[in-house]
Each structure stands twice: as C-alpha cells, then as structure tokens.
C-alpha cells in the first residue's frame, strides 16, 4: 500500500482524532504532516509567496491560511519526488464513504498509469471516461473542480508541480485546477472514496472570501480568470484525443514541459 500523509495543524486536535477514528475503522495507516504556519515569514517556502500577484489575480487579499495549505502540499510533493513513490495526500477535513477501502486500492493499482488522481467527491464537472473495471471508472477532467482534500500523486506530477510552484499566487486548489500552468492531466475516480465532512470542524485556516480588494482588483481579475479560462480549455482540448501513455503536458512554461517530459 502506498503512504497516507495527513495535513493538518498540530493543535487542530479534534480535527486529528476525527482522522484517526476514520482510519483505524478503515484498517489503514497514515502519518499526520504537520501543516506549515503561512505566518512565519522566516520559511523559506512561505517566502515563495507573492501578495500582490496574488491580489491582482483574484481581486482580494489573501489569508495566511492559504499559504500555509500551499507550503505544505509543496513540501509534501517535494517529499513524493524524493522517495521516487506515488503518495496519497489527504487534508484533515476528510470522510471516507463508501468502499473507501477498495477504492483506494484501485487507484494504487493504477499509479502507473495515471499521475494525479483525485479521490474525492465532486460536484458534476465535463470529463471523459479513459478506464473501467468491475464499477469503478477514472475520468479526465475537461474542467477541473477545486478543492485538494484527497488525492493520488507520482514523482512526475509531483516534479512538474514543484516545477510550477516558483512563486505562490494562487491558492493551491486553484493552482492545481488551472492546468496549463503546469502540464499534468487531472483525473478522478469514481465512484469516490473521500468527500469533505458533512458536519465541519473549527477551522484554523480562515474564510477566504471575507475580504475584498481595491476596485481596479477587479479589473485585473476578470482579465485573468477570463485567460485562465481559454488556457485550460486549449490544454484540456489538447489531452481529450490522447491516451495516458501519450500525454505532452499544456503548460506555455517550456522549464516545466522539459521537466514534466523527462521525467516520462
């Protein structure tokens, strides 16, 4: 079985013994990864981040939660690369439903075939259909949904997203959902194994939402949500014909489409 990390802060205690309870009736192992602190400037992950990219690109200040959810998948694909093994990556939030179990070992089962797979519950999102066995399907995302509370990830998609990850201006799901900037095809499973909790914990993290920015933010933010948008389709439209073998990642980063294509 592959390695379970858990991202979750290390005073979030009745979020971490919600997790343990979900995975000792599950007979699974994991390891908690202690979330990164988005305030402390003095790391140099945290250092990566931008402000005012961020602002211009969404039209609002960020939160320091935001940083910190960022750093700590990066550290977490940095250590994906570094052990040369797919890992699963969960955030604390997490419920497992139904055959979590089986699910999670189809998904192993094919962890040489696809680089990223999503295991969580979705809202209904344009995918093609590109494997089938006994029930269970993996889908390609031609939009890609937000949220990162459960998902499968290679030493090759994990590299292009480090790759991508130079400067931090995005929240992490939305860096992730915005594949041209990084190349990797998107999948899911279905049916899912994960949806976030039907009856939420304390969050540390923050309402990312709250806080507006200045007026001509919103200028700027339609400009790029409005390009991200053409580029995610053009990249999505390139990958909908190809097989999994074939896959050239969209990025227009040529750093990260060598990097993505070596390590193919």
């Not at 998948?73 to 890992?87: R, V, Y």
């Not at 969960?90 to 962890?111: N, R």
């Not at 915005?178 to 969050?203: C, D, M, T």
Request: aromatic share 10%; charged share 25%; glycine share 8%.
């Amino acid at each position: 079985m592959l390695e379970v990390r858990v991202i979750s802060l290390k005073g979030s205690l009745e979020r971490r013994a919600s997790v343990r309870e979900q995975f000792a009736r599950l007979g699974r192992d994991f390891r908690f990864f202690d979330a990164v602190d988005g305030g402390d400037i003095s790391n140099p992950v945290v250092a990566r981040f931008s402000p005012r990219r961020f602002l211009i690109q969404h039209g609002r200040p960020h939160v320091p939660g935001e940083i910190g959810c960022y750093a700590s998948h990066f550290l977490l694909w940095q250590h994906c690369i570094e052990t040369g093994m797919p890992l699963v990556i969960m955030e604390d939030d997490l419920e497992f439903v139904g055959d979590a179990g089986g699910i999670l070992a189809v998904a192993e089962e094919l962890s040489s075939r696809f680089d990223f797979i999503r295991l969580e519950a979705t809202r209904k999102k344009p995918s093609i259909r590109c494997w089938q066995r006994d029930g269970r399907s993996i889908v390609r995302y031609l939009k890609i949904p937000q949220r990162l509370t459960a998902y499968q990830i290679t030493p090759r998609a994990a590299r292009a997203l480090v790759t991508a990850s130079q400067t931090f201006s995005y929240p992490v799901d939305v860096f992730v959902r915005n594949q041209y900037l990084h190349g990797v095809p998107i999948h899911g499973i279905e049916p899912f194994a994960v949806r976030p909790r039907q009856k939420p914990l304390a969050s540390q993290i923050g309402d990312r939402h709250t806080q507006k920015g200045p007026w001509w933010s919103r200028t700027t933010r339609f400009f790029h949500r409005s390009r991200n948008g053409v580029l995610n389709a053009c990249a999505s439209f390139r990958h909908m014909s190809a097989q999994p073998d074939e896959l050239l990642p969209g990025t227009t980063d040529p750093a990260v489409a060598e990097q993505y294509g070596k390590s193919r």
